[in-house]
């Protein structure tokens, strides 16, 4: 049994993000696609307009206790995931296995997906979790690379690492480029005839 996805799909668009943005700052909508400098700088800032952008994601074959952990995150997200009641599937529930296999959906915003990045891409975590995680940070990727650039563990999000028993990461040269990768913002785009 190896968990992976079954889909990934985007709700949302950076024009509402960016429209979003506008109303805060009393402008009106705008038209075009935001630019890659302006999304990782709203992602880094984690205004609240990046709400408006949504994943929804399902798993397939996560183990129970997985799952578990992962429905443990509860703001800017929602989780479904398949029953093991008696009722339903026909199995005594009180002989199933922590690792037995379940359907495991969710809706997330994109602040939310970033926020659970933090610790499910720790090195603390389970590495059955993390490979869980990376699963969608690497689907967010291929559709949203700018949110997905941002999906990072803790220490790199705040500079330091805040766990009791730190994982060793910190301070190496991986955790260093991590870092450097994690503020770089996109140089500004030339306008036409500039």
């Known amino acids: 049994m190896r968990a992976h996805l ?3 799909k985007v709700t949302g668009s950076w024009r509402d993000v960016a429209d979003a943005a506008r109303t805060t700052i009393r402008q009106d909508e705008g038209t075009g696609e935001p630019s890659a400098r302006w999304k990782k700088r709203i992602l880094l800032a984690e205004h609240s307009p990046i709400r408006k952008l949504c994943f929804n994601w399902k798993w397939v074959d996560l183990p129970y206790w997985v799952s578990v952990h992962l429905v443990r995150h509860k703001f800017g997200i929602e989780h479904f995931v ?3 009641r008696a009722d339903r599937t026909g199995q005594d529930r009180a002989g199933a296995r922590q690792d037995a296999p379940v359907l495991h959906e969710c809706f997330a915003n994109a602040q939310a997906v970033m926020f659970i990045s933090r610790r499910r891409l720790c ?3 389970s590495s059955e979790t993390r490979a869980a995680w990376r699963l969608v940070v690497d689907a967010i990727a291929e559709k949203e690379p700018e ?3 941002c999906c990072v563990p803790e220490c790199v999000y705040r500079g330091f690492c805040p766990e009791f028993k730190p994982c060793g990461f910190c301070g190496t040269p991986a955790y260093e480029q991590a870092v ?3 503020r770089a913002v996109p140089p500004p785009q030339k306008r036409p005839g500039a």
Request: proline share 0%.
């Open 123 to 125: 090195g603390q975590a």
């Open 147 to 149: 949110v997905a650039a």
């Open 180 to 182: 450097a990768a994690y």
């Open 6 to 8: 079954k889909f990934m």
């Open 82 to 84: 398949s029953t093991q």
